[in-house]
Every structure is written in structure tokens, then in C-alpha cells.
């Protein structure tokens, strides 16, 4: 059964950077779309960046030019650069296969709190 276990999250001041990474244990295809997902409390889980196995990323308009999603397919992590953190930033954030419907997804790790103050 395959696993996520999101680490790297903290609190940070508004400003500052961050390194998330997922560990995927279990097998997963390597042509998976892989994502980067965050939950603001009271709102809605929302996908921030994407990455293809062959490395082409997506993200979300609120973090494009601040956050930068790799992956190491040997190793089958994930990671979340998160550079110039913003108060707004601040929520659970989760990896998961990405381009999907909901029902394709793997099941879904604790994630890793990221706290952005001002």
C-alpha cells in the first residue's frame, strides 16, 4: 500500500523559504503526475504545483515565481521549494498524484503545517 509522509514545514516569517518533501513509499508508476496540495483552515484543499515525470511544473497563480516543485523519481520524493513566504501562505500542506479526479488519488498523508507570521 502505497504512503505519503510530508516533512519541512514550520513557522517562518513572511519573507522567508521553506523545503518541503514527500516520501512515496510503496509503488507508485513513475509516470505519475506528481502535486503539491495546501488547506488553509475554513477553506478548501487546493492544488499549488504539479510536476510530470518528464518535469514540466504547473502552479497555482498565488505561488508562481515564489514556489518551485522537483522530484527525484530514483528516490520517489517529492519536493516544494518556498521562497518569500507570505502570511496567506500559511496552511496544511500535501502531496498527492495531481491532473486527476479525486477518486484516483492516493489516500492522503497527515501533511506537514507551514505557519507564515508577520
Known amino acids: 500500500q502505497v504512503q505519503l509522509v510530508e516533512s519541512g514545514g514550520g513557522l517562518v516569517q513572511a519573507g522567508g523559504s521553506l523545503r518541503l518533501s514527500c516520501a512515496v513509499s510503496g509503488s507508485i508508476s513513475r509516470s505519475a503526475t506528481m502535486g503539491w496540495y495546501r488547506q488553509a483552515p475554513g477553506k478548501q484543499r487546493e492544488l499549488v504545483a504539479s510536476i510530470t515525470n518528464s518535469g514540466s511544473t504547473d502552479y497555482a497563480d498565488s505561488v508562481k515565481g515564489r514556489f518551485a516543485i522537483s522530484r527525484e523519481n530514483g528516490q520517489n520524493t517529492v519536493y516544494l521549494q518556498m521562497n518569500d513566504l507570505k502570511p496567506e501562505d500559511t496552511a496544511v500542506y500535501y502531496c498527492?498524484?495531481?491532473?486527476?479526479?479525486?477518486?484516483?488519488?492516493?489516500?492522503w498523508g497527515q501533511g506537514t503545517q507551514v505557519t507564515v507570521s508577520s
Open positions: 498527492n498524484k495531481a491532473r486527476l479526479p479525486s477518486w484516483a488519488l492516493l489516500g
